[in-house]
């Protein structure tokens, strides 16, 4: 039996948490407000430039792609604590859950699209290789 392909995939975890975490502490600093998402520029150019970061990521790492988003999430709560709002860390957990549904169905529409795309230049080879030689063989076996 074969055993699958071990991906280090530990690299998303960390851009996605330092991209939700820069992104927050970057709308925070120039809109001037307590709490990223409490200021308009959150929703106009925070969510399109979390849901591009998820994108790259997933397309990078199709696997569980679930996981992005919710790195990324930890990556905004983690720069709201670091903010100085620690004490509102139940509260903040809860809104950016909510807050990041379009990061959870970016994520869930990249992999699903990469499971059901064509396989690559040389898997792709292979499995007509592979086609090829199944075909050949029935054929011998027909009388």
Same mark, same amino acid.
């Given at each position: 039996?074969?055993?699958?392909?071990?991906?280090?995939?530990?690299?998303?975890?960390?851009?996605?948490?330092?991209?939700?975490?820069?992104?927050?502490?970057?709308?925070?600093?120039?809109?001037?407000?307590?709490?990223?998402? #409490?200021?308009?520029?959150?929703?106009?150019?925070?969510?399109?430039?979390?849901?591009?970061?998820?994108?790259?990521?997933?397309?990078?790492?199709?696997?569980?792609?679930?996981?992005?988003?919710?790195?990324?999430?930890?990556?905004?709560?983690?720069?709201?604590?670091?903010?100085?709002?620690?004490?509102?860390?139940?509260?903040?957990?809860?809104?950016?859950?909510?807050?990041?549904?379009?990061?959870?169905?970016?994520?869930?529409?990249?992999?699903?699209?990469?499971?059901?795309?064509?396989? #690559?230049?040389?898997? #792709?080879?292979?499995?007509?290789?592979?086609?090829?030689?199944?075909?050949?063989?029935?054929?011998?076996?027909?009388?």
């Amino acid at each position: 039996m074969d055993k699958p392909d071990i991906v280090n995939d530990g690299i998303g975890h960390w851009v996605a948490g330092a991209v939700g975490a820069l992104v927050y502490i970057l709308i925070a600093s120039v809109g001037q407000s307590p709490v990223a998402w #409490s200021s308009v520029s959150y929703f106009v150019f925070g969510w399109p430039i979390l849901c591009v970061g998820i994108w790259l990521i997933t397309r990078q790492f199709p696997q569980r792609s679930w996981r992005w988003p919710l790195s990324m999430m930890l990556g905004q709560v983690f720069a709201s604590i670091l903010y100085g709002n620690g004490a509102t860390i139940p509260i903040a957990m809860i809104y950016v859950t909510v807050l990041s549904l379009p990061q959870f169905a970016v994520a869930a529409l990249v992999s699903s699209h990469q499971a059901g795309s064509p396989r #690559s230049g040389v898997e #792709s080879d292979v499995q007509t290789g592979q086609d090829a030689t199944d075909e050949q063989q029935k054929q011998d076996k027909q009388p």
